[in-house]
């Protein structure tokens, strides 16, 4: 299984960033797809995740500003972020959970005061 993320970067507090992660490699489509982040000395923490029938889950971080969505039929999940805060800067890692759990490489997601 491949998961390849794209959109990280660098943005100024108070905009948006979109991130994209497209899943391959399996022949069937992922029950669970999603989004978690990991700072500088923190722990690896949830963001966002949505099931293949459209079920959400959000981390209480990023509620209400965040909005994750998936295209089935391309594997692939989006996370739609907005008002970002210098406190959003992270690794953003892609997950997918088919019978076990897959990571992507992650994507840098850097937000400026």
């Known amino acids: 299984v491949r998961l390849v993320e794209s959109g990280g970067g660098l943005v100024q507090a108070g905009k948006s960033l979109r991130l994209s992660c497209a899943a391959s490699?399996?022949?069937?489509?992922?029950?669970?797809m999603g989004w978690y982040r990991q700072a500088p000395g923190n722990r690896r923490e949830l963001v966002a995740t949505?099931?293949?029938?459209?079920?959400?889950n959000y981390g209480d971080s990023v509620n209400g500003r965040f909005t994750i969505s998936r295209d089935n039929a391309k594997d692939t999940v989006y996370l739609q972020m907005n008002s970002l805060t210098p406190e959003d800067t992270a690794v953003y890692y892609c997950?997918?959970?088919?019978?076990?759990?897959?990571w992507g490489q992650g994507t840098q997601v850097t937000v400026s005061s």
């Open positions: 490699g399996y022949s069937l489509s992922p029950n669970t």
């Open positions: 997950y997918a959970h088919y019978v076990s759990d897959y």
């Open positions: 949505i099931t293949s029938s459209g079920g959400t």
